[in-house]
């Protein structure tokens, strides 16, 4: 039995979370599936779920996360793979792909796990990227403070902006509109970091109930290599301890050694490793005629 929803149920959660475990005792790691997601309303039925017997054995949900891309997390149950139940899920949710004008699609895999199969089928390979973990309760010692750190408000959207655009490959008009959002949910926190007067970096804290996940953490590329990066670090890791999560997380490019080399100074270590492969959404079509 297909069901197409907007909005995991309790229920659901539950199973995709047994569906996990199975996937992760043969695979090693997980696509990764963005649970604080699941759990809201979104506009349209972006998840897809395959039960058998009452038995969930395959899931599939779809991000909205780039203007003209959209990221795809699978996961087939090891006892029912290679049955086409794939094919029928993507096939499911291919009308809301079309409806939102998506060019490209991003499917995230378990590193190496699915390499050969997708190179058959055309995929390109684009980037890794580690899912980080950090469980302590001791703080990190800041020894010299060189950085006002603090949470932003809507007076530093331009600076912010500023930060983005010359760390991220993003898309300056969507930027305004996306900080406010973020500013008006209190599920997050965007910290900005100035030196004296001038905004050189930023961070955003997304809040859950069992952990603190980490994520934009950027400083202005003059400013780098100035310690800089590792005070906010510190400051983050310090402000959600003082908030009670020992908890925190992150993800990060493989490729990025630095970035790599600062998270490790500061006691997170890799729990997963994940590939992303690319393919038009006309190729995909093309495929699953």
């Known amino acids: 039995m297909l069901i197409c929803n907007n909005q995991l149920s309790t229920a659901e959660l539950k199973a995709l979370d047994n569906l996990a475990s199975r996937c992760r005792a043969v695979d090693g790691d997980l696509p990764p599936l963005y649970t604080h997601i699941l759990e ?13 017997e009452d038995n969930l054995i395959g899931f599939l949900s779809i991000y909205f996360f780039y203007t003209n891309a959209c990221e795809v997390s699978v996961m087939i149950s090891p006892a029912h793979r290679r ?7 993507i096939k499911a949710a291919l009308p809301v792909l079309l409806a939102k004008q998506v060019d490209t699609l991003l499917f995230s895999t378990p590193a190496v796990v699915n390499e050969g199969w997708l190179t058959r089928l055309g995929l390109h390979y684009q980037n890794s990227e580690y899912h ?10 800041i020894s010299k403070h060189a950085l006002t750190i603090r949470k932003a408000t809507e007076a530093d959207i331009p600076a912010l902006c ?8 993003v898309d300056p008009e969507d930027m305004p509109m996306r900080f406010i959002n973020l500013m008006n949910d209190s599920i997050y926190s965007v910290m900005i970091a100035l030196k004296g007067s001038k905004a050189v970096g930023k961070a955003h804290i997304r809040w859950q109930s069992e952990e603190a996940v980490l994520s934009d953490i950027a400083v202005m590329p003059e ?3 100035r310690g800089f990066g590792s005070e906010l670090l510190a400051y983050c890791i310090n402000h959600a301890l003082m908030l009670g999560k020992t908890k925190l997380a992150l993800d990060v490019e493989t490729s990025n050694h630095s970035a790599l080399n600062l998270y490790t100074r500061h006691d997170f270590k890799s729990v997963n490793a994940i590939d992303f492969w690319a ?10 005629k």
């Not at 049955?83 to 899920?89: C, D, E, S, T, V």
């Not at 500023?162 to 490959?169: G, L, N, R, V």
């Not at 393919?279 to 699953?288: D, F, M, N, Q």
């Open 83 to 89: 049955r086409g139940f794939a094919k029928q899920l």
């Open 223 to 225: 400013y780098q290599s």
């Open 279 to 288: 393919i038009s959404t006309e190729k995909l079509c093309a495929l699953l």
């Open 132 to 141: 980080m973990e950090r469980n302590s309760y001791e703080p990190i010692l």
């Open 40 to 52: 809201q309303k979104r506009l349209t039925d972006n998840n897809f779920l395959y039960f058998h």
């Open 162 to 169: 500023a930060i983005d655009e010359q760390c991220f490959p």
